[in-house]
């Protein structure tokens, strides 16, 4: 201590003791404030919640500046989470959208639909599927002829002519790009890049020996696009091959190729959606043969139609025997009686009286009808009269005798059996004239 | 008026003022940054010449290949089908003349009708030291001619694609 002592005023603790209680009492008086934000600080960092709570208002501002200074290092950096969460999302979407449409094609009765439904099952896919597919026409926007060795342009159609005067720098790049995949990833071997995706766009590549062709399209590649435009290419090179093995650079040696390229532009116009991919040779004969007995079956109701309305004038017209005149019906039979009279004499007489009285009806005309029913003929007008062995069918004309009620009597001739008289529901005969009020009158009746 | 393509390659060492030759005078559809992904990019240049019976408007297309290393084994895709090719050393290294030879043999590997013409770069910048009599003997041992050229002020530029243009035409 005495060394501290002797060692002057600027050596420390000494000067305020010897147990440095007077120095601890200064650091309190000038540090105590700082201790006690330091503290709280501490407890801060250490604490999540108030560590998140003190972070949280200059985050957004934070990643707002950084997106604003370097964007592309933010999607890099971001884009492993938010990449694939996207592409979920948007495939979970599609899904639902899908499901929903089909949704509303299995429930709608509407020709489209159920074309739709009909195009569906024969080709195995959701009749959904096939609304997406045809909501996403397919259209060739440009096509690009390029000689393979130089990457000149031999010719070029385009939708939009007014677009297309990098036409030849385009296939200049276009074939350092393919040169380029060949040589860094082909590894000698034989290959070429028959697609390039980019967006929904989507540059279908076809090449032969010296040259090839580039469709820019978008949409859905429909069935047989790509040997369309194989069979173009081997076309131009069967037919200018001498041409392009020597190609100068002269596109006037290649007159009449353009319009060998046109047709391709045809394939699916944006304003005129593709029609679905072709039909397979089996679905054709099975579409084919539906399409021949639903034919012939409408034929066939047709017919039936006109022969069974015709079978039913015919039965309603007026029979050719039926002329006024009147036919009288012996409706009661002579009946005997026998009256005795005796007397007181032995002259006693019998005489024996005939009082027949045959009271018959005639009828100004017959009354015909139809029978709308097969029926039971009864012996009177009710259900509880006793049924005859006999039915008349239905379709058969019969002649109106009387009605009671509910029930009309009838006379029925069977072809080569005897006449049948009977009553039957006034429900199962149509007819095509009043009933004649004497015939109403019960007087026939039981 | 006939118009004729042809495919053309700019050649030379890295940095020798190959892509400034074509930014300066040519017709750019695409930025220069394919050429550091691809080590190419295709540019147009036009020009009318005159011929036997009339004039010829000839397309050239310029393919820029990057002079640097990592490219080198796309070179021979690239220089495939080239019609000719104007070879660019820099007025300032006298190196890059040397490495000329090495790209005439590649292109004449793939090419071998091919045309050259020679383009000494940077001739506007004050400390040029390549001696021209090398030079001149170079294009002397390929029959073609040698333009001093400077991308910067534009000198000789136009005429160093008009004379390849005119030796193109001339050799159909």
């Known amino acids: 201590m005495a060394q501290t002592t002797d060692a002057g005023p600027d050596t420390g603790s000494g000067a305020f003791g010897e147990d440095g209680s007077e120095f601890e009492t200064l650091q309190d008086i000038l540090f105590s404030g700082d201790r006690r934000r330091i503290g709280e600080l501490e407890s801060r960092v250490n604490d999540p919640d108030a560590l998140a709570a003190m972070v949280s208002p200059i985050l957004g ?105 990098d036409s030849d720098v385009i296939s200049g790049m276009l074939t350092a790009i393919r040169d380029f995949v060949q040589d860094t990833f082909g590894q000698g071997r034989e290959g070429d890049i028959d697609q390039i995706l980019y967006g929904n766009q989507c540059i279908l590549i076809e ?129 005997p009686t026998l009256t005795a009279t005796a007397t007181a004499t032995a002259t006693a007489t019998a005489t024996l009286t005939p009082t027949s009285s045959p009271t018959s009806t005639p009828t100004q005309s017959p009354v015909l009808a139809v029978m709308t029913g097969s029926s039971w003929l009864r012996s009177g007008p009710s259900l509880d009269s006793e049924r005859l062995n006999f039915a008349v069918e239905r379709g058969r004309t019969v002649q109106i005798l009387a009605q009671a009620g509910d029930w009309f009597e009838i006379r029925w001739t069977p072809p080569g059996g005897a006449e049948i008289v009977g009553w039957v529901q006034a429900e199962w005969v149509g007819t095509t004239s009043p009933i004649p009020p004497e015939l109403v009158t019960p007087t026939a009746g039981p | 008026m006939p118009r004729i393509s042809k495919k053309v390659c700019l050649l030379g060492d890295f940095a020798v003022g190959k892509t400034s030759l074509v930014r300066r005078f040519v017709y ?65 290294r006298p190196d890059t003349l040397a490495g000329l030879t090495a790209y005439v043999d590649d292109m004449r590997r793939v090419a071998p009708n091919a045309h050259f013409v020679v383009a000494v770069n940077k001739i506007d910048l004050p400390d040029a030291r390549l001696p021209y009599a090398e030079v001149d003997a170079f294009a002397a041992s390929l029959h073609t001619s040698c333009y001093l050229t400077s991308a910067k002020t534009g000198d000789q530029v136009e005429e160093t694609f008009r004379h390849l243009g005119r030796l193109l035409v001339a050799g159909d």
């Open chain 2, 28 to 92: 750019n559809a695409f930025e220069d940054k394919y050429l550091a992904t691809i080590g190419v990019k295709v540019s147009r240049k036009t020009v009318v010449l005159p011929v036997r019976d009339g004039l010829v408007e000839l397309a050239l297309l310029l393919w820029d290949l990057a002079g640097s290393e990592e490219f080198s084994a796309m070179r021979a895709s690239y220089l495939r089908g080239a019609a000719g090719a104007i070879l660019v050393c820099d007025v300032t």
């Open chain 1, 207 to 335: 090449s032969s020996r010296l040259a090839y062709l580039a469709a820019v399209t978008t949409g859905v590649e429909p069935t047989g696009f790509r040997n369309q435009l194989r069979e173009t290419l081997f076309g131009i090179d069967f037919a200018y091959g001498e041409v392009l093995r020597r190609y100068s650079g002269n596109t006037a040696d290649l007159v009449g190729v353009a319009d060998r390229l046109a047709p391709l532009l045809d394939v699916g116009s944006a304003a005129a959606p593709a029609p679905p991919a072709g039909l397979s040779r089996t679905q054709k004969r099975v579409l084919l043969v539906a399409t021949g007995i639903l034919t012939v079956c409408i034929c066939m109701t047709c017919l039936g139609s006109v022969w069974t309305i015709r079978t039913v004038q015919a039965a309603l017209a007026p029979l050719p025997t039926a002329t006024p005149t009147a036919t009288p019906t012996p409706t009661a039979t002579p009946t």
């Open chain 1, 61 to 165: 501002d934070a990643i707002r500046r950084k997106i604003r200074e370097d964007r592309d290092e933010m999607i890099e950096a971001l884009y492993p989470i938010i990449g694939g969460l996207v592409v979920r999302a948007v495939a979970e979407a599609i899904r639902d959208l899908a499901r929903s449409v089909d949704a509303q094609m299995r429930t709608s009765f509407k020709p489209g639909a159920v074309w739709h439904r009909f195009q569906g099952r024969l080709r195995g896919v959701s009749s959904g599927e096939m609304l997406l597919r045809q909501a996403l026409p397919f259209a060739v926007d440009e096509v690009f002829l390029i000689h393979r060795e130089t990457g000149l342009l031999l010719s070029h159609v385009s939708r939009h002519p007014e677009t297309a005067s």
